[in-house]
């Protein structure tokens, strides 16, 4: 068995279900491979960041890997932002990524592509990835291999393999699986009794879940916890459109000063927030409108279990999760008197208003009441806030790194892993960015549905500095630029053109449908105005102090 052929099958022994690439010559021996063993599907996209934010959705859809193959040095670098993104959203990502051979190395030449030094590529990604690898000796590489994969699955963050272009053929053995990390089985019992104790002993605690809960494949055993302890849960920021369908009573998503009051109280007044591979960041709860204590806090993520100031290592979420369930019998004890869930806007009335922000998030809640939970994938900016004011269903989207440009590449990932189709939520400044992947649609048999908010700015910029002229961004018309690239292009003005291309998207299949929801410069979702507002109410009295 050849290296490229092995290394292949591990990722699909680790549960890759396809590979995201753009070639390059130092890569090519390696998409020879791919294209001929047909072990993983290969689909190829235009720009080497889209690689990353398809690869990074995917992963996020199936809980598996994901996987891109991307040239030395121009096409590597060129996924750092996607890669950086992935790393600080615990997102499992394999970059495979040529690189020079042996005699190429020591030619004496500098070589295109390259930068200081050969080694410049693995140097810059040991900042964003959690194990790096150079496959240069068959005969390690398969430990290697099983190491590096090992590592992705179990820290839940990316990897970098770099195959020297005069490897791919070399003859090497199989890879093999590692077994799971061992971990401390009485340290487990210990944590998920001090756990019971402390949630037993609380008058308002509350779970908290985020992403962690996904990326390890805990989410249904999560929801069943929730309903033996009869907690009243919330999302983070981040892990909006957890448990959407586990059947679990969730009672919303805390954004603190930018919240609805209610769902915020349950957060900001409990004595003790229950809070499941949660990501301290400042996006889930720098909004608090009083700096949060994380000490009366049971916190479980990043392999670690927080009581106070006790600290557990080297546990995983999944173990925690069964060492509660194991203790908490169902339906056991006096049920609590559980907050009533939230309310979302709904009651689109389809006359010739003019559409406003406000609009998108009533529409599509009147589809999800009609038709049931979507697969929704969402950029940066007000459209992410739109999705907050959904009713609950599955959501990618990059809540804590931040990054511009994920959602439609994002949207064509999520439509591949998951087969089906995704309804995908933008602003027009990250459309220019990225949106020109639909052009890979009909090639790759897609048909996302695209939603353009577009209010000709970086609305999140005027938001946060209402005087900026660097936001607008001028009327580019991407409805009629939707034709020429092999899908259909609706522009819609007023509420009744908004329902009825979003009705004629969804009916037509086979093509993809894009949707220019034009909403006039400063007009944003109410969720978006709260956020805005009570952040600079928040900096406001942080300057005064």
Known sequence: MTLGLALL????????????????????????????????????????PALGFAADAAARMHCGLGVMAVTYGAGALNVVNAVASAYAECSPLVILAGCPGEVEAHSGLVLHHQVRSIDSQLRIFSEITCDQVRLSNADTAPEDIARVLRNCREYSQPVLIEIPRDMTLQPMREVPVLPPRSFNAEAVAEAADEWLARIHAAKNPVMVVDVEVRRFGVEARVAELARRLQLPVLTTFMGRGLLAEDGVDLHGTYLGVA????????LDD?????????????SNF??????????RALIAAHREVRVGHHMYHDIPLAALVEALLERIPPASGARRTLPPQPEYPRG??????PLCAGDLSRALNDRILAHGPMNIVSDMGDCLFAAMELLPTPLVAPGYYATMGFGVPAGIGAQVATGERSLVLVGDGAFQMTGWELGNCPRLGLDPIVIVLNNQSWEMIRAFQTESQCAALGDWRFADMANVLGGRGHRVTTRKEFKTALDAAFAERGRFQLVEFMVP????????QRFSEGIRALRARAAVA
Request: hydrophobic residues 40%; charged residues 20%; glycine residues 8%.
């Open 9 to 48: 099958r591990a990722l699909k022994n680790h549960g890759a279900q396809e590979i995201f690439g753009i070639p390059g010559d130092f890569i090519l021996p390696l998409f020879k491979q791919i294209e001929e063993s047909r072990i993983l599907p290969l689909h190829t996209l235009s720009h080497e």
């Open 259 to 266: 919240g609805a009051p209610e769902t915020t109280a349950l």
């Open 270 to 282: 409990s004595d003790l927030p229950v809070m499941l591979g949660a990501i301290l960041s400042d």
């Open 286 to 295: 720098g909004v608090s409108a009083q700096r949060m204590d994380f000490r």
């Open 348 to 353: 689109l009335v389809a006359d010739d208003t």
């Open 521 to 528: 410069p400063g007009d944003s979702t109410p969720t978006l």
